[in-house]
């Protein structure tokens, strides 16, 4: 065993339980056996499938937050009789948010359909005040998915409007909003119950899990087969797949044919298995979490417990787990555009017991007050990359990103705007009085220097309590003006700046650039594996024939 302990900035990571105040009690989840996550979040609500009769029903209600109570003066314990979005004729399954408005959210049910909801910004209007009646919301979009339950729906992540539906006819449909009349893609090949599904960063590639035991790949926009397949799990409960964000991997969950619970890792070119782990023989589902700092989360139904661990080339080192004594029977994540910086806080979940919501900050323990761009890669934005008309037609765009010290949204091919790191000097002190030299000789004549004069950088003053009170403007030679962090160890040469910030550019448009040509590689790759799939399929009916 080695004595050395592997560096990572993640290793002391701790969960932060929110306050009984700061959570929400009195909570009627659903019901349903149907294996769900039975929550969704965006970064201003969370939706919940409710307990209701007369059909299916889902709450929304303002995010919680560990660290202080919710926007709204909402009570931590929920009214018996609260606004629900209850169209449904039969029970939710499956809710979703869309990353491009974080006010409207998608569900599917049993009853083969699938709503759109759009949150109205007074629908908290009036809670805590007497004579208050509840209001339920109404749908504004209906996509008429299946004669059967629908029990998955996904938001396409770079394309806006695009929509994603697994039903029990064992399709994945994608759809187009703004023409819900038919669905623009259908992908078959699933021998059983689709389980789960997942995109990749950038919406070219769909992952799926059944419960045939096979994991596929699928490219909506070159064919209905999958372009891999792949034997995964040996059991056949629950298995769920995420995927690991720009790392070209994909992680799966499931059971093993000895009811093992396990973790697997896959890569994406050929589908082969890189690593499978057993994590214990207990018998919930676990679900997955992927976040960018590399991290995965595992969150088993039943347990009190969620385990994370660091992905480093191609291998899971555990760091720690957040233990309870209240079992979890569902989980979500908040998108990481709306966490706390502030507070250290890397990753927010959303733990649902038997009757309430319980907010979970995952903190890196810190004392820090400024931005800590190393535990803060740049995140998914709201902005959409594509329109769902360019997407169909077979553009592909990177995800767009937002960074979380500024706000400064762009796209993922692209470098994240950096500050230049300047220093200042610290004033010299004054010199003190010399004493009033005696009488001497007058001194014979010395040669006369004159020095170069430089025009100092200038600084433009920034407020102190903007974002950037630790940055500077330094007006560079061409009217450049470019934003400078402040030190105190001495300025850096303006010429220095300028050769060092020409070479960033020039290395990170050559990343830039390799980045696109793999992606294209991959995509030709998958392509031709639809073309021959598509040939197979040809040569097989017509041999029938």
């Not at 056996?33 to 609500?45: E, F, V």
């Not at 990481?336 to 038997?354: D, H, N, P, Q, Y």
């Not at 765009?397 to 500024?406: G, I, K, R, W, Y």
């Amino acid at each position: 065993m080695s004595r050395f302990v592997r560096a990572s900035k993640y290793r002391h990571v701790f969960g932060q339980s929110a306050k009984k105040e700061h959570s929400y009690d009195n909570v009627k989840v659903s019901s349903s056996a149907w294996d769900t996550n039975l929550i969704a979040a965006s970064t201003r609500y969370i939706s919940i499938n409710w307990s209701a009769s007369g059909g299916g029903a889902f709450a929304i209600l303002p995010l919680p937050s560990p660290f202080g109570p919710s926007t709204h003066d909402i009570p931590s314990k929920l009214p018996d009789i609260i606004p629900l979005a209850r169209t449904h004729t039969a029970a939710v399954l499956d809710t979703a948010w869309s990353p491009a408005n974080d006010t409207l959210v998608a569900s599917a049910a049993e009853d083969g359909t699938s709503l759109l909801w759009k949150v109205p910004d007074s629908l908290f209007d009036g809670w805590t005040l007497d004579g208050w009646e509840p209001c339920d919301l109404e749908p504004v979009a209906r996509v008429d998915v299946s004669p059967k339950k629908v029990g998955q729906v996904l938001w396409h992540p770079t394309a806006a409007n695009v929509l994603a539906t697994a039903s029990g006819e064992h399709l994945v449909k994608l759809w187009d909003l703004a023409d819900p009349s038919h669905p623009r893609s259908t992908l078959n090949g699933h021998g059983d119950t689709i389980q789960s599904l997942a995109f990749n960063p950038s919406g070219t590639i769909i992952a799926t899990t059944c419960r045939d035991k096979k994991l596929r790949l699928f490219d909506p926009r070159t064919g209905a087969d999958p372009v891999r397949v792949a034997e995964s799990h040996g059991g056949i409960k629950g298995a769920r797949v995420v995927w690991m964000g720009e790392h070209d991997r994909i992680a799966t969950t499931g059971f093993s044919k000895m009811s093992d619970r396990q973790v697997s890792l896959w890569e994406t070119g050929g589908l082969g298995n890189v690593k499978t782990l057993t994590i214990d023989q207990s018998a919930g589902v676990i679900m997955p979490f992927w976040s960018d700092n590399g991290i995965l989360f595992l969150a088993g139904k039943g347990d009190g417990n969620i385990r994370y661990y660091e992905y480093e080339s191609d291998s899971l080192y555990s760091l720690a787990e957040h233990s309870t004594s209240n079992p979890q029977r569902g989980m979500c994540f908040l998108p990481r555009r709306g966490l706390e910086v502030s507070e250290c806080e890397i990753a927010r979940a959303f733990k649902v017991t038997s009757g309430g919501v319980e907010p979970i900050a995952f903190i890196v323990p810190r004392r820090a007050d400024s931005f800590q761009s190393d535990i803060y890669p740049p995140a998914p934005s709201s902005e959409p990359s594509l329109t769902a008309a360019e997407f169909f037609a077979g553009k592909t765009a990177p995800l767009n990103l937002v960074s979380l010290e500024n706000g400064a949204v762009f796209a993922g091919n692209d470098a994240p705007p950096a500050p230049v790191v300047v220093s200042i000097p610290p004033p010299a002190p004054a010199p003190a009085p010399a004493p009033a030299p005696a009488p001497a000789p007058a001194p014979l004549p010395e040669p006369t220097f004159t020095p170069a004069v430089t025009k100092p950088a200038t600084t433009t003053p920034v407020r102190a309590d903007s974002h950037f009170a630790d940055t500077a403007f330094v007006d560079l030679p061409g009217d450049n003006v470019r934003p400078c962090r402040l030190n105190v160890d001495g300025w850096t040469d303006t010429h220095s700046l300028q050769r060092n910030a020409g070479i960033e550019e020039e290395v990170d448009r050559l990343s830039g650039e390799l980045r696109e040509a793999r992606q294209k590689i991959r995509n030709l790759e998958l392509q031709v594996e639809g073309l021959k799939a598509n040939a197979r399929k040809a040569a097989q009916t017509l041999m029938e024939g």
